[in-house]
């Protein structure tokens, strides 16, 4: 069964310290991998796709990154503004190339 | 430039009444998609359509329809709402089903049945 688990849950970092949240998969056929910000109250905003392994995208002071298995976000120096739930996708690659969302991880930056 | 537009914002239903959530898109999308979001759940895809004309069913149908007459609009329709269909309900667009650029959604319709 194709699935998507995003780990932690939950962190809880003070501004400026770097780490990274998961995303890992099981899919009978990865067409791509997203990555997606969600604020309280409002809907998802797109930030990286990601296609094939070993592949990185960057955005300011995240960097999103590529395994056969997983992907990664980091996040490097955080500041508050980088608080929100951070969303993993992937798109199966099939006929109907269906989008399977994770849980998210709920990230709180603390000043 | 609005992007994907959804109304209401929020909707206390009784059990049983119906309602439409509204979704408009100004980006000249050919496929939409209507998401629920449940706490502590992904989203989960309702309904997608991949033009104007034509629907299909994603992976929790069940209680909802939806059209799509035009390639900006695609309403959801909710028949005898049920608690189990409060959530919050997201439209999304995408300009292809591969998704490349990713999916713009809409800013949500928070839904309580009671």
């Known amino acids: 069964e194709d699935q998507v688990t995003q780990s932690p849950e939950a962190l809880r970092l003070q501004e400026g310290e770097s780490s990274s949240l998961n995303c890992s998969y099981t899919v009978s056929g990865l067409r791509g991998l997203f990555w997606y910000r969600q604020d309280p109250g409002k809907g998802p905003e797109f930030l990286f796709t990601?296609?094939?392994a070993g592949e990185e995208k960057e955005k300011e002071r995240l960097k999103a990154t590529l395994t056969k298995k997983e992907s990664f976000l980091h996040i490097t120096a955080p500041k508050p503004e980088d608080s929100a739930t951070y969303l993993c996708?992937?798109?199966?690659?099939?006929?109907?190339?269906?989008?399977?969302f994770g849980k998210g991880t709920r990230l709180h930056i603390l000043p | 430039n609005a992007g994907v537009t959804q109304t209401p914002k929020f909707r206390i239903l009784k059990i049983g009444q119906s309602m439409t959530l509204q979704c408009t898109q100004d980006m000249n999308h050919n496929y939409m998609y209507w998401y629920r979001q449940d706490p502590g759940m992904g989203l989960k895809l309702i309904y997608y359509s991949v033009g104007a004309g034509i629907t299909d069913k994603g992976e929790v149908p069940n209680g909802y329809n939806v059209s799509r007459s035009t390639t900006e609009d695609f309403p959801l329709r909710l028949e005898l709402a049920a608690p189990s269909q409060t959530s919050v309900y997201f439209c999304?667009?995408?300009?292809?089903?591969?998704?490349?650029?990713?999916?713009?959604f809409g800013s949500g319709t928070r839904l309580t049945v009671v």
């Open positions: 990601l296609y094939s």
């Open positions: 999304a667009s995408s300009y292809s089903g591969r998704a490349y650029y990713g999916y713009t």
């Open positions: 996708a992937v798109q199966v690659m099939n006929r109907d190339d269906k989008i399977i």
